[in-house]
């Protein structure tokens, strides 16, 4: 028996963990309804516009997490180091340690890029620049801070790939943490390269 679901939001998470198994084009209606439990007639009444808009929303969410939990704080905080310290403790919880795909990651990875452009590029967009404005509050010339944030971004982005495709969540975790303490040692008052 179909699941009712009484608001669009309450199904945005399953959503998620769909796209994250099975990516854009693997998750078929199919699938979608199976895993969700709701049948093809509230998934549309919900997204009209179908997957892509269901992508949409998922992205969406994404990005609405990142810009509360780590691109305000980034921009916002009187202290870069724990503004730094705080993004790789959220990104960490976030991604469950490396045991959970960056669904935008995915994304610019596939052919499906091309219908999510935006909410993509934004995306890291967003992330590269708070970083590079909270290196700068601690000293770093603009130039070193966004090459600081640049390889951040690379580094966990990478390290996901890499837990994932060894089945070794742990290459995330020791990555942020070298990511962390080269962030620290950038926010002491400069770049220590």
């Not at 309450?10 to 198994?21: K, M, W, Y």
């Not at 870069?80 to 960056?102: D, I, K, L, T």
């Not at 590079?132 to 990478?158: M, P, R």
Request: proline fraction near 3%; include cysteine.
């Amino acid at each position: 028996m179909p699941k009712i679901v009484a608001e669009r939001s309450d199904v945005i998470p399953s959503l998620a963990e769909i796209f994250r198994e099975f990516g854009f084009d693997g998750a078929s209606l199919s699938t979608i309804t199976e895993k969700t439990g709701l049948g093809k007639g509230s998934l549309y009444h919900f997204f009209p516009g179908g997957k892509e808009e269901m992508a949409a929303a998922v992205l969406g969410e994404i990005d609405q997490w990142f810009a509360t939990k780590v691109f305000e704080p980034l921009r916002s905080a009187d202290d870069p180091r724990s503004a730094v310290a705080n993004m790789c403790q959220s990104v960490s919880e976030y991604f469950r340690s490396g045991r959970r795909v960056c669904i935008v990651g995915a994304f610019a990875l596939d052919n499906v890029r091309n219908k999510f452009s935006d909410q993509v590029r934004d995306y890291f967009t967003e992330w590269r620049s708070a970083l590079t404005e909270a290196i700068e509050k601690a000293g770093c010339s603009h130039q070193d801070a966004l090459a600081i944030a640049e390889e951040t971004v690379v580094a966990v982005q990478g390290a996901l790939v890499l837990a994932r495709a060894l089945d070794e969540p742990e290459v995330f975790e020791r990555t942020l943490d070298r990511v962390q303490s080269r962030l620290v040692a950038a926010t002491q008052g400069g770049d220590q390269r």
